[in-house]
């Protein structure tokens, strides 16, 4: 069981369309609290660097995604990915780093561990949550 200080480090892949808005690097935390994952985020943009006069500092950003509107979740590449699907198109929108209804993490080498017990418990909440629905 997760305890309610757990987090999960992630950076998130910038996307092609993140790039040209000038976001380079995104790092942060996943967690969940009251049946919702929840990504705490910084993105790396060019004000971050004082590379463009117009760019103002990025801030630390949260966002809430309902684990209802989650479709299935799923370790890659030796416990270094995460993938989470969603449900639906909005789940994810102008999150950076997310490609339609997927949206794409980076765990650590050194946090794939910590990924297995986050993820297994993750699932485990989701087949309670649909097993209600019916």
Not at 1 to 6: A, I, K, Q, R, V
Not at 10 to 31: C, H, N, W, Y
């Given at each position: ?6 987090s ?27 049946k919702a ?98």
């Open positions: 069981m997760l305890s309610p200080h757990d999960l480090p992630v950076s998130l892949e910038p996307t092609p369309a993140d790039l040209m808005q000038g976001i380079f690097q995104v790092r942060g935390l996943l967690k969940y609290r009251d994952l929840v990504l705490e985020y910084k993105p790396v943009t060019m004000g971050d660097f004082g590379l463009a006069a117009k760019s103002k500092k990025s801030e630390i950003e949260t966002r809430s995604i309902l684990l209802r509107d989650v479709r299935n979740l799923a370790l890659k590449n030796l416990g270094t990915r995460l993938i989470v699907e969603a449900n639906n198109l909005s789940a994810f929108q102008d999150l950076p780093g997310s490609n339609g209804d997927r949206l794409a993490l980076r765990i650590g080498w050194k946090d794939r561990k910590a990924a297995q017990v986050f993820v297994s418990f993750l699932r485990a909440e989701l087949t309670e949550i649909k097993l209600g629905e019916s």
